[in-house]
């Protein structure tokens, strides 16, 4: 789920970033910090409002190493991505 969370957010920061102004500090606290700390967080307040299920260290491991993928995906392929949904003339 992570990695498929990191990829449409690089995907939508690259093409917003196109039109605006950004730095490094913005793609990297927007695309790596936030959905670490998503997962962070939801590991957090899972045993507070779903009972059954716990926070685990584990979890929150592999939603890092999800996120981790993700960023690599979009490193390795965006110039076939860009090919594929960008258009020239925006």
Known sequence: MYLGFTTVLIFDFRQFSRKRNTNLYNFVLWCLIFPIFIGGAIE???PTFFPPRT???SD??????GV???WAFMHYFKNQINKLFVRKHD
Do not use: P, S
């Open 55 to 57: 926070g685990t260290w």
């Open 68 to 70: 981790l993928i993700g």
């Open 44 to 46: 957090v307040i899972q």
């Open 60 to 65: 929150f491991a592999f939603d890092i190493a």
